[in-house]
């Protein structure tokens, strides 16, 4: 037990060291050996989780589809907007999510497969929207799959865009815009008067999970 | 005149080897010899026209701000898809767009300025919203500075996904599906009823121009 709590601990400096580079110099100019250094491991333990550099990045990768469940809500269009309020606030404080997201639009990125964290949100914003119609929270004719893409994909340039003309600092503001703009063409008017998506949801849902699961879960990510 | 000519011409040479080395390399790898190899012109001529790799990146970050103005339309609200499809499909058809747009999304690009492309779009977004306000197309409350964000944000997100997942096949059914999500929250119903924003509307408006302007104005993009 101890020994896999080690194993795991490594693994995740590992991944944190990988993040931190990445973000730093992207896909193409990142090197294991200064993530070897950044990390303090043996190469030997390196290798042991991650054979290879594209390996590495699909676990930062990976890293921000460790999805934390939001709570329960009356309106599954609250929870949706709670679990999008909810990453682009970790993306805004989590340096892993961030880079996790930063590498799946690095263009540079040449033979690494960047459409994982795509199609997983899709899957999930879409799993959200089929539980919403289930209980006729959507509008007639909405197309859950699709969308879903279309939020995906605008979630990823609202983003891209918040970094470029405000590191960050307006993010949670224009994901908030987003859905204000983009939900009405897909939740009938009753449950949109109902669903809150002010831009400080992020942060109240993250300090409700803390609460309910205890700190750690949070600090790891 | 002549010599005038030749000047524009040796410009825009140097800007499509740019785009070039850009597209491939990313902004940190590029380097100003690749690019005075790829638009074989001598480093004297470079060098008057763009004194660094920043001045080049920003010629090609303007190129695509040379906006194309499409025909009067009915509808301000047509005009205003009839330009994000023209876009999206010059995206899709036209080397030096593509890489504009992808440096704006260079998270690698320390030290260069990728506010300008956003900042331009949102501008000219807010133009054409404005003018659909005057005209009563618009929905009452829309801010127009508010709705041009999130659609500026939102395209460059729906074409990173879609270059992600489909190498930009799927651009032009993805922009026209983000359209077809954030526009009821935009237009009046009875303008919304009467805009086409189907696919191929991109490819006609572009046809359209280059029946109108001849083709050379669209060549040089």
């Known amino acids: 037990m101890v020994k896999q709590d080690r194993a795991l601990r490594t693994r995740q400096a590992i991944l944190s060291a990988a993040a931190e580079v990445f973000e730093e110099r992207g896909y193409q100019m990142a090197t294991i050996s200064k993530i070897l250094t950044t990390a303090g491991v043996t190469k030997g333990a390196l290798y042991f989780h991650f054979?290879?550099?594209?390996?590495?990045?699909?676990?930062?990768?990976?890293?921000?589809?460790?999805l934390l469940p939001v709570p329960s809500r009356s309106y599954k269009i609250q929870e949706l907007v709670d679990t999008v309020m909810l990453h682009a606030y970790r993306l805004q404080t989590e340096?892993?999510?961030r880079?996790?997201?930063r590498l799946s639009l690095d263009q540079q990125a040449h033979?690494?497969?960047?459409s994982?964290?795509?199609?997983?949100?899709?899957?999930v914003v879409g799993v959200l929207l089929?539980?919403?119609?289930?209980?006729?929270?959507?509008?007639?004719?909405v197309v859950s799959s699709e969308a879903a893409s279309v939020l995906v994909g605008a979630f990823a340039g609202v983003q891209a865009m918040s970094q470029a003309v405000s590191d960050y600092k307006d993010l949670l503001a224009r994901v908030s815009s987003l859905l204000a703009y983009v939900?009405?063409?897909?939740?009938?008017?009753?449950?949109?008067?109902?669903?809150?998506?002010t831009q400080d949801r992020g942060e109240t849902i993250a300090a409700e999970l803390r609460q309910g699961a205890g700190v750690l879960d949070l600090a790891v990510g």
């Open 116 to 123: 994982g964290p795509f199609a997983h949100w899709t899957e």
């Open 51 to 66: 054979p290879s550099k594209e390996h590495l990045a699909q676990g930062v990768l990976h890293e921000q589809d460790q």
């Open 99 to 101: 880079a996790g997201v």
């Open 95 to 97: 340096p892993m999510v």
């Open 130 to 141: 089929d539980e919403a119609l289930a209980r006729r929270e959507l509008l007639p004719h």
């Open 111 to 114: 033979g690494l497969d960047r």
């Open 183 to 197: 939900l009405p063409s897909v939740a009938v008017p009753s449950v949109l008067a109902a669903v809150d998506l």
